[in-house]
């Protein structure tokens, strides 16, 4: 897993849709899996979507908090 993948998901915000404007880390396991039947987007948007969505579906958001600012 590349470290910076994981701070990006911290970081990152979503740019469309009903979640827009969240950091990719707070998106619901829900919205993860419809991107994972439907098909992420391409790019790096969508390769972090897919590793946010296999880091909800194992359940270790635990290993994000460290990375989060303090607001």
Known sequence: MNP???QRLVSVR???GKYKGRFLADLPGQYLN???RE???PGELGRL???MHEIDHNGLQH???PLR???
């Open 69 to 71: 600012r303090p607001d």
């Open 4 to 6: 910076d993948a994981l």
């Open 63 to 65: 290993l994000l908090a």
């Open 39 to 41: 098909g992420f987007p």
């Open 34 to 36: 419809w991107f994972a």
């Open 14 to 16: 979503m740019p469309f």
């Open 49 to 51: 979507l897919a590793l």
